[in-house]
């Protein structure tokens, strides 16, 4: 009889997730979470959507000149984003 050891189901479930593909709209969903961790409870106020379609995140702001303050910014919340999600997940952000 073949002896098995145990694994952590972390692994398990990591596993199962690539395997069936799930993985990439799993971290898709994971980059709208966190994104108040990321910009604070400031931005996130006058944040009133938020979704992630093909490598892209998108953001509703309700506030023009906060909106014109995180063009600028693009580049390094893409940034921050993906190394909190532990993966390259998006590539652009707009900003509505």
Same mark, same amino acid.
């Given at each position: ?8 189901i972390g692994n398990i479930i990591e596993k199962a ?9 799993? %971290? ?15 931005? %996130? ?24 303050e995180l063009q600028y910014m693009r580049s390094h919340? /893409?940034?921050?984003? %993906? ?6 997940? /998006?590539?652009?952000i707009v900003i509505h």
């Amino acid at each position: 009889m073949k002896r098995r050891y145990p694994e952590l189901i972390g692994n398990i479930i990591e596993k199962a997730l690539k395997e069936n593909e799930i993985s990439s709209s799993l %971290n898709e969903q994971k980059i709208s979470y966190l994104w108040p961790e990321i910009v604070g409870p400031g931005i %996130n106020r006058y944040t009133t959507r938020r979704f992630v379609e093909s490598g892209t995140l998108h953001v509703f702001i309700s506030s023009a000149s906060l909106k014109n303050e995180l063009q600028y910014m693009r580049s390094h919340l /893409i940034e921050e984003l %993906n190394k909190a999600a532990g993966s390259d997940v /998006i590539n652009k952000i707009v900003i509505h």
